[in-house]
Nanobody
Framework: QVQLVESGGGLVQAGNSLRLSCVASGRTFSSSPMGWFRQAPGKEREFVAAITSTSSSTNYADSVKGRFTISRDNPKNTVYLQMNSLKPEDTAVYYC????????????????WGQGTQVTVSS
């Protein structure tokens, strides 16, 4: 069974940075695409970023392109989301997710989810 645990969220002022981490249990991490999603109050969960198992390819939502960077460290079973130039509209609960198939920009493409970490950006 795969378990994902996110950390690194918090309260920051606009323009500052945060780095989220997600540690996965199990032996499938290094062969699995990973993704980050977020959900703001009253809104649906939305795609943020995704990365292939070998880090050969990444995808980003237009709203975060150029500000966020997804990366992974397979020996550490960890995926990261570096968030720079944060804006109040980035406020949300951020979730990491693991896919047993290919890389996906849809939540339906992911099979395992973490519990989420809150990111709040003040203006």
């Amino acid at each position: 069974q795969v378990q994902l645990v996110e950390s690194g969220g918090g309260l920051v002022q606009a323009g500052n940075s945060l780095r989220l981490s997600c540690v996965a249990s199990g032996r499938t991490f290094s062969s699995s695409p990973m993704g980050w999603f977020r959900q703001a109050p009253g809104k649906e969960r939305e795609f943020v970023a995704a990365i292939t198992s070998t880090s050969s390819s990444t995808n980003y939502a237009d709203s975060v392109k150029g500000r966020f960077t997804i990366s992974r460290d397979n020996p550490k079973n960890t995926v990261y989301l570096q968030m720079n130039s944060l804006k109040p509209e980035d406020t949300a609960v951020y979730y990491c997710a693991q896919s047993t198939g290919g890389i996906s920009l849809s939540a339906r493409g992911y099979d395992y989810w973490g519990q989420g970490t809150q990111v709040t950006v003040s203006s």
